[in-house]
Nanobody
Framework: QVQLVESGGGLVQTGGTLRLSCRAS????????MGWFRQAPGEERAFVAA?????????VYADSVKGRFTISRDNADNTVYLQMNSLKPEDTAVYYC?????????????????WGQGTQVTVSS
């Protein structure tokens, strides 16, 4: 089993920054891609960013966050990060990290097998 725990969410003004963390425990995640998704009220859970098993490897971003968000990981610390800059009100959502079923990053939810409980991000206008 793998447990994922997100942290770092909160309330921030438009243009502000937040850094989300996702700590994994249980079975190792160093051979797996990791991803971030988000879900706003009344909407489907949507892809945000993903990173291949190796930090500095392949990354994929949703068009809506390109140039503003950066995903990274520290395999030695079993942690994946999402640096969020220039936040907008439309970024308001619960953010979830997830472990990929394999080493490559994908944008679809079915490519991920373990999920955290989520952390709330609220961006005020």
């Amino acid at each position: 089993q793998v447990q994922l725990v997100e942290s770092g969410g909160g309330l921030v003004q438009t243009g502000g920054t937040l850094r989300l963390s996702c700590r994994a425990s249980g079975r190792t995640f160093s051979d797996n891609a990791m991803g971030w998704f988000r879900q706003a009220p009344g909407e489907e859970r949507a892809f945000v960013a993903a990173l291949s098993w190796q930090n500095g490897g392949n990354t994929v971003y949703a068009d809506s966050v390109k140039g503003r968000f950066t995903i990274s990981r520290d395999n030695a610390d079993n942690t994946v990060y999402l640096q969020m800059n220039s936040l907008k009100p439309e970024d308001t959502a619960v953010y979830y990290c997830a472990r990929g079923r394999g080493p490559l990053p994908y944008t679809v939810k079915d490519a991920y097998d373990y999920w955290g409980q989520g952390t709330q991000v609220t961006v005020s206008s």
